[in-house]
C-alpha cells in the first residue's frame, strides 16, 4: 500500500483547452480515472490498455490513490467517462463514499464506475448493486486483458449513448426556449436578429463550436433587392451594405443559392437558412464558423427552422394587421381634419411631435407608440358638429361655442364601446385636450397632472401645429410668435415640464414640421 499521498492525482498527457466542464470526449481522448492505494493496479491497468481506442479515441488516464484525491479529481474532471475504483483505501468504505458524493453531491450521472476490490468480503456485490448507483462490480482477480477490453467497450458505449441523450435533450430544451423567445418577435428586422442569437445558442452544445468564433447575416427581399436585417462576428461591419455589392462574394453565392433553390442548405461548416411567406416575402439567414456539422446539429436546426418559419409566418401577419390598424386609426383622425377644409397632415405631424415628448418624458415604447397613434384622433369628436359651426369664417358666439366644444365628448360617444388600448387612450386624450394646466379649459377643468399625461402633451403638440397652420377663421402665425405663446404659457395652458422638453428638442419639432408640411 502506498502511504499518505499529499494531492498525488496526475495526467499521463497535458489537458487541452476547456478540459473541465467541456463536452466529454474531446480532442480525441476518453478520460479515464483510476483510483485505488494500491500503485501496481495503476500501472497493470496502464499497461493492459495502452493500446486501447474506442471511435478513434485514447485513452487519457487520471490517477488517484484515496477517496479524498478521488473526490476533488472528479470535481475538476466532471467529463470523465470512466471511473476505475476502488473500495478498501483509506477506510473500508472509501470507495462506497466516492460514489455517493459523484452522484448525489455532485449530481454527475453519467461516469460510468466500475468497482473493484481485492476484499469481496468488505462489500458484497448484491448489496452494493443495489444501493449504490454503479455501473459494474468486479474482483481485482477477475479482470484480466480480455475482460478489461471487454469492460472497457461495454461502458464508453455506454458513456457515448447517454451523452448523446443527453445532448438531444438540451438540444430540445434550447429549441423550446428559443421558439419562445423567437414567437414574441414581432417584427422581421427583430426576428432575424432573433434567429441569428438562438441558432448560435443552439449549435454551441457542439463541442467543435466552442473553438470557433460564429459569424451570420440576415437578408430580406424587398421588392427585388435583398436588404441587410442584421449581422454578427466579422459580418457586423456589412449590416449597412447593400447586398450584393458590399458582401463578400462567396457570402452572396450562398445567399443566391439558397433563393433560387427556394430551401435551406447545411453545408460543410455553414447553415443558409431560407424562409418564405405564403405572400412571396423571402428571408436568408447565413451562418459560419463550425469545423463540422453533426447530424444532431442538422436535426436540431431543421426542427428550430420549423418553428421558426411559423414566426415568420405570424410576425409578417401580425405587421398587416397593426399596419392596417394604423391606416383605420388615421383615417378617423383625417375625418374631422377633411370636414372642417383643413389639412390632413396635422394629424400625422401631431402625432409625430406626441410621440417625441413622450420619448423625452421618459415614457416606455409601448406607451409613446399608443399616444402617437392615439393623438391623430383627438379632434375626431368633430364630425358631429355641424359644418356651418366647424368651418365659420368669422368668431363663434357663445352658443355656438359650446356646441364646439362638445366635440370632446362626443368622442366618448362614438368610441366609447371598443375595450383596445389605443382606442382608450384616444377617448382620454379627446376629452382632455382641451383642459388647461392651471384650471382653466374644458369641459371639466382640470388642473394639472389631474389631466392625463397623454393629454397633456397632445394639447402642446396640437395647438403648436394648428397656430402654425392657416384655418378658415384665421391666417397661419409666424414661428416666432408661437413660441413665444408657447413660453407664456408655461405653467398657464400647458404643462411646465412639457414646454421645456418642447424647446430642449425644437430643432428636432422644426424638423418634423418640415417634413411633413403640406
Not at 490498455?49 to 479529481?73: P, Q, V
Not at 483509506?90 to 460514489?99: I, Q, T, Y
Not at 374631422?336 to 418624458?361: C, D, F, P, Q
Not at 365659420?392 to 359650446?402: D, I, Q
Amino acid at each position: 500500500m502506498v502511504e499518505s499521498h499529499e494531492a498525488v492525482f496526475f495526467a499521463d498527457e497535458p489537458e487541452g483547452p476547456g478540459s473541465s466542464g467541456q463536452q466529454p470526449g474531446a480532442n480525441g481522448t476518453w478520460k479515464v480515472l483510476v483510483v485505488d492505494d494500491e500503485e501496481e493496479v495503476h500501472a497493470v491497468t496502464k499497461l493492459v490498455l495502452a493500446d486501447f481506442s474506442y471511435e478513434n479515441k485514447r485513452l487519457l488516464f487520471l490517477h488517484a490513490y484515496s477517496g479524498r484525491e478521488a473526490r476533488e479529481l472528479i470535481a475538476e474532471h466532471p467529463d470523465t467517462a470512466i471511473i476505475f475504483l476502488d473500495v478498501v483505501m483509506e477506510k473500508n468504505d472509501a470507495g462506497l463514499d466516492v460514489v455517493r458524493h459523484i452522484r448525489e453531491e455532485l449530481k454527475n450521472s453519467f461516469v460510468r464506475i466500475i468497482l473493484r476490490t481485492g476484499q469481496p468480503g468488505q462489500a458484497p456485490a448484491e448489496k452494493v448493486i443495489i444501493e449504490y448507483d454503479i455501473n459494474d462490480y468486479k474482483e481485482k482477480t477477475e479482470l484480466t486483458a480480455q475482460k478489461l477490453f471487454t469492460t472497457m467497450v461495454a461502458s464508453l458505449r455506454s458513456y457515448r449513448d447517454i451523452l448523446t441523450i443527453e445532448a438531444n435533450r438540451k438540444g430540445l430544451e434550447k429549441i423550446i426556449d428559443a421558439a419562445t423567445s423567437i414567437c414574441r418577435l414581432r417584427s422581421v428586422t427583430n426576428l432575424a436578429s432573433g434567429v441569428l442569437t438562438q441558432l448560435v445558442a443552439i449549435l454551441h452544445l457542439s463541442e467543435n463550436a466552442l473553438y470557433c468564433r460564429t459569424s451570420g447575416i440576415a437578408v430580406a427581399n424587398i421588392q427585388g433587392s435583398f436588404k441587410m436585417l442584421a449581422a454578427t462576428g466579422v459580418y457586423e461591419s456589412y449590416l449597412d451594405a447593400e447586398v450584393g455589392g458590399d458582401l463578400p462574394a462567396k457570402v452572396l453565392a450562398y445567399v443566391q443559392q439558397a433563393t433560387a433553390l427556394k430551401q435551406s442548405i447545411c453545408q460543410d461548416n455553414r447553415y443558409i437558412g431560407y424562409f418564405c411567406s405564403e405572400r412571396g416575402e423571402e428571408t436568408v439567414i447565413y451562418l459560419e464558423g463550425w469545423r463540422d456539422l453533426s447530424e444532431l446539429d442538422r436535426r436540431m436546426i431543421e426542427v428550430f427552422c420549423g418553428n421558426v418559419q411559423v414566426a415568420y409566418e405570424n410576425v409578417l401577419l401580425t405587421q398587416e394587421i397593426e399596419g392596417t390598424q394604423k391606416e383605420i386609426i388615421y383615417t378617423l383622425g383625417q375625418l374631422a381634419e377633411m370636414r372642417s377644409l383643413e389639412t390632413g397632415n396635422h394629424v400625422h405631424r401631431v402625432a409625430e411631435y406626441s410621440r417625441l415628448l413622450a420619448e423625452k418624458h421618459g415614457m416606455s415604447p409601448r406607451e409613446v407608440e399608443v399616444i402617437r397613434l392615439a393623438s391623430s384622433m383627438h379632434d375626431v369628436g368633430k364630425v358631429a358638429i355641424p359644418d356651418a359651426i366647424l368651418n365659420k369664417t368669422g368668431p363663434l358666439t357663445a352658443a355656438e361655442f359650446e356646441i364646439m366644444k362638445t366635440h370632446t365628448s362626443r368622442a366618448q360617444e362614438m368610441l366609447g364601446l371598443s375595450d383596445r388600448e389605443v382606442v382608450k387612450a384616444a377617448i382620454v386624450i379627446a376629452m382632455q385636450h382641451h383642459e388647461k394646466f392651471d384650471g382653466s379649459g374644458y369641459p371639466k377643468g382640470l388642473k394639472g397632472e389631474d389631466i392625463h399625461i397623454s393629454a397633456r402633451i397632445t394639447a402642446l403638440a396640437d395647438v403648436f401645429d394648428a397656430l402654425g397652420s392657416d384655418r378658415t377663421y384665421r391666417q397661419a402665425w409666424e414661428m416666432e410668435a408661437i413660441l413665444d405663446l408657447i413660453r407664456a404659457e408655461r405653467g398657464v395652458h400647458f404643462d411646465p415640464i412639457l414646454v421645456d422638453l418642447f424647446f430642449e428638442n425644437i430643432d428636432t419639432i422644426l424638423a418634423i414640421r418640415a417634413n411633413l408640411a403640406g
